[in-house]
């Protein structure tokens, strides 16, 4: 048997096997197993900020420094927080769209969905601005890590997030897409929902408590 | 890809596995199909194994006199180093990996894996990860030098200056594994939740998918424990960071929190599996149920839980509270309970068995053994005072090689020769199998057991030039080792013989209970003519009762030898 071959057996066997198991649900359930997964990242990174913050080994902010802005990221919070009640919507007007199909609120869908990326992208934006106006760099000490390490790597996943939902976006411009379910925003939405609520957490360890 | 129709025969269920086995080709592209990805992680484990194995063997030769003769010291240290990366990440990892990859779907009557794609890509990274760690030799200043637990602020020290290093590699590397892993917990755990077939009850499960869960499960929160301690270390060796920068506010022994919070329950993640084949060969080579079947099963998830709970033991000698390293002993000792509700429920299972003392059960017997052993001068180690006297000493080698090689390689063995006649559709030869069984066994005696008196003594590890008092251990631990080395050399020959001309197997030479014996040998694509409906659990010899409710339409199951 050639590799082509196999390997074309191997597709026909995994739609067989689609058909025969509730793909869809497994995804979920897999995809919620990753995200818990993924969280004790954040975890271990937020336990390893407690231990720096509270045994400290030498000066815990950069020379010069007494703590951090609050205002603006407290503005960037309540966007990205208002963003993930956005993304629900559009993931009910696309389930209402698939139940009840001859009323059409696709649009409904695809505006909301823009409307989260636009939210994702202006809370980058104002990360970014927040970072450059900043009096430390990454290499000045303790702090200075933990904090750019952790929002860093928050901002990461929002920029995932962010491709995520265009990815969707886009996907609703092809027709027959939604055939077998629509997992791919479903999961969009949880992924970010798991953002926000890792961005909470982080706002409250780095800008709350100080 | 071209558009090739297949014909409906060519994939009819039932049929033996097209091609298989002497189309080994087939193991060398790409494929979803959960029995060939398992045979690629085994196969390319063995491979790293073999490599580790050369690096294990040049380290003996240095310890053969007290002098630094053979390699430089810096050889040494990268030596020692790859020689556990290798054997953690790439042979133990992957290969029990591969054996429950090909096994779990097989034995909860599934058609394949929940994301059979995502199985592939997680194959695909280990030979990509582990050709980016032994590529570290080629780069200036050598391969990682800091251990496999490459403690900073050693590890972050980068002499070379160079931002692509050793060091930086073997992150890379392990974070690559460790995405591989991740993928794989999320595929086994779906796989075990939600594609057990109609009736496989969850004390209808076989106790080598419990221990699996169970292992699983710990890579899923542990693992990305690990991976925020490697991302803070590569940030420090990269940019500059200070989070294990003492001078900068860091503190160094925060990544031994993130390290060993995961990498203690590792050994639960090589381990539990392994035990999970004990529980599954001894019935069938003693022809008797598992004795304590469920609570076995249930032990497994318990070890799980106390494992999160043990991680300071490995540093009692770390400026470690007091309130902290007697909370942490007491955890340590409490994993005992689990483990040896296990060995009990073994040795209860063989007690008046029809023992046949075939390879797989000698080397699961040999392996147990071995644990018993482990396990015991693993509560020493537990113990604040006694670990703190053989802290970094060879004590402590002894120790975990006893578990490592002792049990889990011997246990693997175990595994792999009790069903390869069903992943081959061919039957191993029993001599060479026991003498490589034999061989092993005292191997492994010879190497490890000096190495307690040795550590006792006061002799450290890691070091390339030792006192010349400690020789005598030392030579007999050396020529041990060499033993130890030949004896994988009649296991290679027995599976590439065998595997190519041994004599036919059929469907079921261990008459076994179990789903995946009511499938042909090797199983055909999607495992079964139709699903199995399960109607009692996987144990029931001598109870001469049905294992499923559909047998005429999926094969003979043979009938336990004693009724």
Known sequence: MTAERAIAQDIESEVRHAQEHDEAGNSKFGFIVFLLSESVIFISFFVGYAIFKTTPVGEWYPPGVTGIETKEPLFNTLILVSSSFVIYVAERYLHDYLEVKKNGKLWGFRLFMLLTMLMGGYFLYGQMVEWSGLPFTVQSGIFASMFYTLTGFHGLHVLTGIIMQTTMLRRSFVSGNYDNGYFGVEATSLFWHFVDVIWIVLYILIYVWQ | ?563
């Not at chain 2, 085994?42 to 310890?63: D, H, K, N, P, Q």
């Open chain 2, 1 to 563: 890809m071209t558009n090739i129709s297949i014909s409906p025969d060519e994939i009819t269920r039932g049929q033996p596995y097209p091609g298989a086995p002497d189309n080994w080709k087939r193991f060398f592209t790409f494929s979803t199909d959960h029995k060939v990805i398992g045979i690629q992680y085994i196969v390319t484990a063995f491979f790293f194994f073999l490599v580790g194995g050369a690096m294990a063997m040049v380290i003996r030769s240095e310890l053969l006199t007290p002098e630094a003769d053979l390699v430089d010291r810096t050889v040494y240290n990268a030596l020692f180093t790859l020689h556990g990366s290798l054997m953690i990440f790439f042979w133990t990892f992957p290969v029990l990996v591969g054996l429950a990859n090909y096994l779990v779907p097989l034995m909860i009557g599934a058609r394949d894996m929940a994301f059979p794609r995502l199985n592939a890509i997680s194959f695909w990274m280990i030979p990509v990860a582990a050709t980016l760690m032994l590529a570290s030799f080629l780069v200036p200043g050598g391969p990682a030098q800091s251990g496999w637990w490459s403690y900073p602020p050693q590890s972050i020290q980068n002499p070379t200056g160079n931002i692509i290093n050793g060091q930086v590699l073997w992150i890379l590397s392990v974070a690559i594994n460790g995405v591989s892993s991740i993928m794989g917990g999320v595929n086994f755990v779906t796989t075990i939740f939600r594609m057990r077939a109609p009736g496989m009850t969850w004390f209808r499960m076989p106790a080598f998918c419990w221990a699996v869960l169970a292992a699983q499960l710990i890579q899923l929160y542990g693992l990305p424990a690990l991976t925020g301690g490697a991302i803070m270390l590569l940030l420090d060796i990269t940019i500059g960071t200070s989070f294990f920068r003492p001078e900068n506010g860091g503190n160094p022994v925060v990544y031994q929190h993130f390290f060993w919070f995961y990498s203690h329950p590792a050994v639960y993640v090589m381990v539990l599996p392994v035990f999970g084949m004990f529980s599954e060969v001894l019935p069938v080579h003693a022809r008797k149920p598992l004795f304590g079947y469920r609570v076995i099963a249930v032990s497994s998830v318990v070890i799980t839980v106390i494992s999160g709970c043990v991680w300071v033991h490995h540093m009692f000698a770390s400026a470690t509270p007091p309130w902290m390293r007697m909370f942490f002993m007491v955890t340590t000792m409490l994993v005992a309970v689990p483990s040896g509700i296990k060995v009990f429920g073994w040795v209860a299972t063989i007690w008046g068995g029809k023992i046949r003392f075939t390879t797989p059960m000698l080397f699961a017997l040999g392996g147990i053994s071995n644990w018993v052993f482990a396990g015991i001068t693993g509560i020493f180690l537990g113990s604040v005072p006694i670990d703190l006297h053989v802290h970094n000493t060879y004590f402590v080698v002894g120790h975990f090689h006893y578990v490592l090689y002792g049990t889990i390689v011997m246990g693997i063995y175990a595994g792999i020769y009790h069903w390869f006649p069903k992943m081959t559709g061919r039957m191993y030869y029993e001599g060479l199998g026991k003498l490589h069984f034999a061989l092993t066994y005292i191997g492994v005696q010879a190497i490890f057991l000096p190495m307690h008196p040795l550590g006792l003594q006061g002799m450290p590890r890691r070091v390339a030039s030792y006192d010349p008092e400690f020789i005598y251990w030392n030579v007999i631990a050396s020529l041990g080792g060499f033993l130890l080395g030949v004896s994988v050399l009649p296991f290679i020959l027995n599976i590439v013989s065998s595997w190519i001309r041994g004599p036919k197997a059929g469907n079921n030479p261990w008459r076994a209970y179990g789903l995946e014996w009511l499938t042909t040998s090797p199983p055909p694509v999607e495992n079964f003519e139709e699903i199995p409906v399960v109607v009692s659990g996987p144990y029931g010899y001598g109870k001469n009762q049905p294992l499923v409710a559909n047998q005429a339409r999926l094969g003979t199951i043979e009938e336990p030898a004693t009724s």
